[in-house]
């Protein structure tokens, strides 16, 4: 059994300006960002997380520091679990989804293709450890939920992986408990309890 709970970070400087953006220094936690991730560990000191991994982008990387010096485990960089390279289009503003603009375009704008992420997250997910936390962007998040569950980008429409939002599922057994929540079910703190 892997049991991973995703974690977008919490709202930055960049969601707050509407930008998309891949640079690794920029971009802290805005206010509202600090209390989605504070409450949000609130929710999760129970369960007994083992390890975190973070994105090494500065606004998972202030997240993952909140929920770590709360819950008390170690924090581990993963590079595979960084931001889409948004090439020519880096800190623009891009009004919908990036997933949904002609590929032709993203292309030639540089921009990472979706099969990247797709490869670099079941990496990261082949090789992490059950129990974890993993705070990173919300393309990654999809990338993962695609991969567990099967269900291709296409299909997941208009899902959408909010700031501060949490995603459980089980990668051995290929089960979501959560998508994008806000809140332990009982469901949730029964698969992840730790005997």
Do not use: W
């Not at 998309?20 to 209390?35: A, P």
């Not at 921009?111 to 670099?120: A, G, I, N, P, Q």
């Amino acid at each position: 059994m892997k049991r991973l709970l995703f974690i977008r970070h919490g709202e930055s400087e960049a969601n707050a300006r509407g930008l998309i953006s891949s640079d690794r220094n920029g971009y802290h936690l805005v206010e509202e960002g600090r209390k989605q991730i504070e409450y949000l560990t609130g929710q999760i000191y129970k369960l007994r997380f083992r390890s975190a991994y973070s994105s090494p982008l500065l606004r998972c990387v202030e997240s993952a520091t909140l929920i770590s010096g709360s819950l008390g485990i170690p924090i581990s960089i993963d590079e595979r679990l960084r931001e889409t390279d948004y090439g020519d289009l880096n800190n623009s503003v891009i009004h919908g989804r990036l997933i949904d603009l002609d590929p032709d375009f993203l292309r030639a704008n540089r921009v990472e293709s979706l099969e990247s992420h797709l490869e670099r997250t079941e990496s990261f997910i082949k090789d992490s450890a059950d129990m974890s936390i993993v705070v990173t962007h919300g393309l990654v998040v999809r990338a993962a939920i695609s991969i567990v569950t099967g269900i291709g980008q296409d299909e997941m429409g208009g899902v959408r992986i909010r700031p501060g939002s949490m995603t459980f599922m089980d990668t051995d057994s290929r089960r979501l408990y959560s998508l994008g929540n806000f809140q332990i079910t009982d469901a949730i703190r029964k698969a992840f309890s730790v005997d």
